[in-house]
């Protein structure tokens, strides 16, 4: 590949001879190469003669070369002399389904559909049974581009019908999963009642896969997730129920996490502790102590024993030696996992030592970094630094941990001791983790920062343009570094003083939809209003309206339609092409018809 890449013909005829004479029977297999050269220096008269001698060719190997010749015009986007060598071949003498699905991949790509429909009919003759000529259909509509998931799950269906294919199981499973990897829940949660009502079964792996997906970009579809595992024949497992505890707990629904709990005994699944984790975690988000700790009192009545993220989220809670004692006097009344001796109350450390006495949770490395975390948070900097120093820190772990000690100190403002640390695992030649890393980076740019605005502390413009950069350079950057974006907001807002413009929370919510997070979309519109930026601003309704369809929250979306003004043309052509581009849920694409308040099936007048 060196030499095809570089365009080195004479060097590459070198060894193409050296090779072919010590192995005649690869002679096949440099075809696939010869052809690429020729594509890629672009010699139209060698490939016109390839595939001209290959026309006149009769030996019994034929069709390893045609195959090879395809497979190079393929990755040479070669479309007119690919659609011109496919026509030629004798799809009954391929044997290799690796091979066709290259085909449908291309075919797809470049919406090849009357070669693809040519195609599929000849693949039928030759024995292949229905659903390896499905698989072939799925991966040709899932290739071709700029086509909504609605779109594709339509062709895929016509192309079935159409060849009198039927739909299995499998087939509406594998269009499930794609919808997932696209976080496009409403169209996976479609299928879905597709197959139940053909009598069709939702394997675990599916099941999951939408919760996963549910997860990631829309926590709103739990309940209706939830709602058909309870009336249709389902087998959740305890991960299944651990994600919808979690996304119902985000949601703020902690009595519907606690049903969930209680439904358990139906489907003969047995409580983990990650299913309570998941609720402490979210009261201890809500700075309701007493409630997290109430947790920890259902986990003893259900005989679940604590783990060491249970001690995590412990530790990592206790922001002073107060709260450490309210701790171990709530705790101390079940007289279930901590001890009642007073002298625990005098540390952290002491107490987290009758934690794993009476619990008997192991020393884990994740112990140790909530431990470094709840030091760091109660201002114990001292006594953070010192846990790298205890015995019981495994070596496998070390790495990880001072990193994370890093990232504490780093995060409340003792940067030299960070750097000291840093300096420390370089001269070990021991590596920081990324996420220590980004700590140290976002402390310096914000000190940056704040050197900037006392610089252009009379110049209100500069300083919004400084910001601005900021978050447009988040924005546009690639991967997506969200959460970099919102913390640095949060300290804009209280370490800098200064309430974010506009502009930055439009960058912001363009950074939340690249990065799929519909949670975050919310808090920043939030954010024009904590910032005292009127709503009325139509840009602004429009990129939130764009975000919601994006991110397959129609319902929300229908209603910041209702506030977009659809007199102007301009903003009525915006409006279209996101409709065009994301769907609108429900009768999708249609634009005639109009059902208001129904925050699914939505789209402009006309």
């Known amino acids: 590949m060196y030499f095809v890449d570089y365009g080195m013909v004479q060097e590459f005829d070198f060894y193409c001879e050296l090779i072919i004479d010590r192995n005649a029977d690869s002679l096949a297999r440099l075809a696939y190469y010869e052809m690429l050269l020729w594509t890629k220096v672009q010699n139209e008269d060698k490939i016109e003669e390839l595939l001209y001698h290959l026309s006149l060719y009769d030996g019994t190997d034929k069709s390893v070369f045609q195959e090879n010749y395809l497979l190079a015009l393929c990755k040479s986007n070669r479309v007119k002399d690919f659609e011109?060598?496919?026509?030629?071949?004798?799809?009954?003498?391929?044997?290799?389904?690796?091979?066709?699905?290259?085909?449908?991949?291309?075919?797809?790509?470049?919406?090849?559909?009357?070669?693809?429909?040519?195609?599929?009919?000849?693949?039928?003759?030759?024995?292949?049974?229905?659903?390896?000529?499905?698989?072939?259909?799925?991966?040709?509509?899932?290739?071709?581009?700029?086509?909504?998931?609605?779109?594709?799950?339509?062709?895929?269906?016509?192309?079935?019908?159409?060849?009198?294919?039927?739909?299995?199981?499998?087939?509406?499973?594998?269009?499930?999963?794609?919808?997932?990897?696209?976080?496009?829940v409403h169209a996976a949660l479609d299928m879905v009642d597709q197959m139940f009502e053909g009598g069709m079964k939702l394997s675990l792996e599916t099941l999951n896969s939408i919760l996963e997906a549910c997860d990631k970009s829309c926590i709103s579809w739990v309940h209706r997730m939830y709602s058909l595992i309870l009336h249709h024949d389902t087998k959740p497992n305890s991960e299944t129920f651990r994600i919808m505890i979690n996304m119902t707990v985000r949601s703020k629904d902690f009595e519907g996490a606690y049903g969930m709990l209680k439904d358990l005994e139906k489907f003969n699944v047995r409580p983990t502790p990650g299913m309570y984790n998941a609720i402490m975690a979210g009261y201890f988000r809500e700075k309701d102590t007493r409630a997290a700790l109430e947790v920890l009192k259902k986990m003893d009545d259900a005989n679940v024993k604590a783990d060491s993220q249970t001690s995590g989220y412990l530790i990592a809670n206790c922001s002073s030696e107060d709260d450490i004692s309210k701790v171990l006097n709530f705790t101390s009344e079940f007289n279930t996992l901590i001890s009642t001796d007073k002298t625990c109350i005098y540390g952290p450390n002491k107490w987290i030592c009758s934690f794993w006495t009476v619990s008997g949770v192991p020393l884990t490395k994740h112990v140790y970094m909530a431990l470094i975390n709840g030091y760091a948070a109660s201002g114990q900097f001292e006594k953070a630094k010192q846990v790298i120093n205890e015995r019981g820190v495994h070596v496998k772990g070390f790495n990880e941990i001072r990193s994370v000690l890093v990232s504490a100190l780093a995060s409340h403002w003792k940067m030299s001791d960070a750097l000291k640390i840093y300096e420390e695992m370089k001269e070990s030649q021991c590596k920081l983790e990324p996420k220590a890393i980004i700590a140290l980076i976002n402390r310096s740019i914000v000190d940056l920062l704040k050197k900037l605005v006392d610089t252009y502390k009379d110049d209100e413009v500069a300083q919004e343009s400084v910001f601005d950069e900021v978050f447009c350079h988040i924005a546009e950057k690639d991967p997506i570094n969200l959460q970099f974006g919102l913390d640095l907001l949060q300290v804009i807002k209280k370490e800098i003083g200064l309430l974010p413009s506009r502009q930055c929370l439009d960058f912001l919510l363009s950074a939340c939809v690249k990065a799929k997070d519909l949670e975050a979309c919310h808090l920043i519109w939030e954010e024009y209003k904590i910032s005292g930026l009127p709503y009325n601003n139509i840009l602004s309704y429009v990129r939130m309206y764009r975000a919601m369809l994006a991110l397959g929250d129609y319902e929300y979306a229908a209603d910041i339609l209702d506030k977009i003004p659809r007199d102007d043309i301009h903003v009525f052509s915006v409006v279209q092409a996101c409709q065009a581009a994301y769907g609108t849920g429900k009768g999708k694409g249609k634009g005639k018809k109009k059902k208001k308040k129904t925050g699914k099936d939505v789209a402009c007048e006309t």
């Open 84 to 184: 011109r060598l496919l026509q030629t071949i004798d799809t009954t003498t391929i044997s290799s389904n690796a091979f066709l699905t290259n085909i449908f991949k291309f075919l797809g790509k470049y919406r090849l559909e009357s070669s693809a429909v040519k195609l599929v009919p000849e693949l039928v003759t030759s024995g292949n049974g229905e659903k390896v000529i499905s698989n072939f259909i799925y991966t040709y509509t899932t290739s071709i581009p700029s086509l909504a998931v609605e779109d594709i799950i339509l062709e895929f269906k016509n192309l079935h019908a159409e060849l009198e294919l039927k739909l299995a199981s499998s087939q509406y499973q594998n269009l499930i999963k794609y919808c997932c990897e696209l976080f496009k």
